[in-house]
């Protein structure tokens, strides 16, 4: 069975988009049937491709993320999707407040030791690269403890 996971940040532009990509090449070395997806809060950069420097930092690991697209965050999110991660405990409160009655998805900090990853929108480079090595741990216990509920 297919487990949906949505990575939200504020811009959908530097963090999700970088978890997106982490989580998908993770997920497909495991072998786990998962889609992946990212959205942001806001709604500034819809339709644009990730932040150059996310592109660049990801892509000195490997990673290609130029096809995403930004998009904002819509009600049926909380239905459509399992599991909802959000990068920084702003990203959490915001989504704990929009999360309509009976929502399917559970959400939680993408970071499983409770460190939040920071906003490099304001920063450079290293502040990216900062970012997507505290995005590569966390997505590497995200994809561990997936791996170890899949069923047979
Ligand atoms: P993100 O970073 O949440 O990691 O995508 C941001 C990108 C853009 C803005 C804020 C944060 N912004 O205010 O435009």
Do not use: K
């Not at 786990?32 to 930092?57: C, K």
């Not at 920084?88 to 499983?112: C, I, K, Y």
């Amino acid at each position: 069975m297919t487990t949906r996971i949505l990575c939200v940040c504020l811009g959908n532009i530097c963090r999700s988009p970088m978890a997106q990509g982490v989580l998908e090449r993770l997920g497909r070395e495991a072998g786990l049937d998962l889609e992946i997806d990212s959205a942001g809060l806001g709604s500034w950069h819809v339709g644009n491709p990730p932040d150059p420097r996310g592109l660049t930092a990801a892509s000195m690991r490997g990673y290609d993320n130029s096809a995403q697209r930004c998009r904002q965050i819509v009600e049926e999110d909380f239905r459509r999707f399992d599991l909802i991660f959000g990068m920084d405990q702003s990203n959490m409160e915001r989504l704990r407040r929009l999360a309509p009655g009976g929502a399917r998805a559970t959400l939680r900090l993408f970071h499983p030791d409770g460190i939040e990853i920071p906003d490099p929108y304001y920063g450079n480079l290293e502040d990216y690269d900062h970012a997507l090595d505290l995005i590569e741990a966390a997505g590497a216990a995200i994809i561990g403890e997936l791996a170890a509920r899949r069923p047979g």
